[in-house]
């Protein structure tokens, strides 16, 4: 468990930061910035280290929101540095060629930043949904004492485990993987629900390489669904990753058998709110298919960077590919018939 948390903490991207060419007030123009950004961080938390790199070239005045673009994409704040990558990166660059903006901030687009405590009050939030999920309430997120949850804050931006486990682990915020037996797979596996980000992104050309896949050019070609997984303990070593994915998402593999409980919104994080005390009901919902399941492809899922094999026992990606805030991000590709 400990080697594998330590890959996702100090797993990181090599980013070559451009300022936009229309904020440029010097010849010559500034070269890059090279950063490595930590893969569970988030894009507005590295601009104390940008804004001195700039800071000689840019118009005179106070700076408006700072935020990133993609080739030309407006790149969304809250989610993860990492997953943000995977998703918009079907083939691997490296560096990340990204472009920063200190002026023109697109509020039809993102949801309003103001800098890290923005950034903290997302992650703390997800950690109170993350809580609602795997526990029914969030009442040990929402009692923290403020010393640990500056800490446990603290222990995110500065990439510290150490400190991270000692004061997540005061929150009994423990999942199903918790239950999982390293490779023998004969760990009993408790029920639970475990708390999915998942981005789906679907194509209806095929493509044999990563480097041939559509580019993603608009959030509206993402969507993105925030549902838990429910995990049974006597199916648990059985239940794959596939199966976990395929659960998520009924409109493309329906399931005659089952139905599926949603958590909360799709397609728009910018609504998110914590359930209230007396709970907002996870309701179960039979979702019409939109594709016969047999015309529906997985072509890709990335989770923390890697491509995990479909048949892993999912109760294993749970334990080791979780990010802090108890959020398991997948980004799925998938292969769909074309619509007329």
Partial sequence: MEEAQKYVWEGAIPLQIHLHESEVTTLPTPPPALI????????PLLVPQIKPHFS?????????????DYNGLPLKWYIPTGVLF???????????????????????????????????????????????????????????????????WRSVLNGNLEAYVRISSKLKLGTVGDEYADGGGQGQVKTGRVPVRLYVWSVSEDFDDLEDAPQIDSWDKISYINR??????????????????????????????????????????????????EGEKYLSENVESRYPSDNVEIKLVRIQGIEPKMEIPFSWVVKNLTNPEHYLHICVCLKVPQVL
């Fill in 86 to 152: 995977d998703l918009l990166c079907a083939e691997p660059e490296r560096p990340w060629n990204l472009t920063v903006h200190f002026r023109g901030y697109p509020s039809n687009i993102l949801v309003p930043c103001e800098g890290e405590d923005s950034v903290k009050w997302s992650f703390i939030n997800s950690l109170k949904e993350a809580a609602y999920i795997i526990n029914g309430n969030c009442k040990n997120v929402m009692n923290m004492s403020q010393p640990d949850q500056v800490e446990l």
């Fill in 36 to 43: 490595l950004a930590p893969r569970i961080g988030y894009l």
């Fill in 228 to 277: 838990p997984v429910e995990i049974h303990g006597e199916e648990g070593n059985y239940f794959t990753l596939q199966d976990a994915v395929k659960s998520i998402l009924p409109e493309y593999f329906p399931n005659k058998s089952s139905t599926n409980e949603e958590s909360s919104r799709d397609e728009d994080e910018n609504e998110q709110t914590v359930p209230s005390e």
């Fill in 56 to 68: 000689n070239a840019l118009p005179p005045g106070s700076p408006d929101t700072v935020w990133f």
